[in-house]
């Protein structure tokens, strides 16, 4: 059985919508598909958390350079345009 990395879709968003992982737009059926309300990747998505030494090293300037996947979501909501942004991300 295929693993996959889910992202649930916000309430409100219909087709057509838009998915962007890292501001690099995905392909329905290339890039991920969509199941019950969600969507699912098979490629491995990593959601960065900063830990107490990360946020000491950015008090003093000092970046990191772990890997964070953002997905966001575009799309309309009564015809207003809307972007769902940095979805929270389960692993398999």
């Known amino acids: 059985m295929s693993q996959y990395w ?9 087709p057509p919508f838009e998915v962007y992982v890292n501001g ?3 392909e329905l059926g290339q890039d991920y598909r969509i199941t019950g309300g969600e969507l699912l990747f098979s490629r491995e998505l990593v959601h960065g958390k ?6 000491f090293m950015g008090i003093w300037g ?5 890997r964070n996947d953002e997905i ?4 309309e909501l ?7 942004q940095a979805q929270e991300i389960t692993p398999p």
């Not at 900063?50 to 946020?55: I, M, S």
């Not at 966001?72 to 799309?75: A, F, L, N, Q, S």
């Not at 009564?78 to 769902?84: E, Q, T």
């Open 72 to 75: 966001d979501i575009r799309y």
């Open 78 to 84: 009564d015809g207003r345009p809307m972007v769902a």
């Open 62 to 66: 000092i970046g990191t350079y772990k």
């Open 6 to 14: 889910r992202v649930t879709l916000p309430a409100g968003v219909r």
């Open 24 to 26: 690099v737009r995905q």
């Open 50 to 55: 900063l830990g107490p030494w990360a946020w």
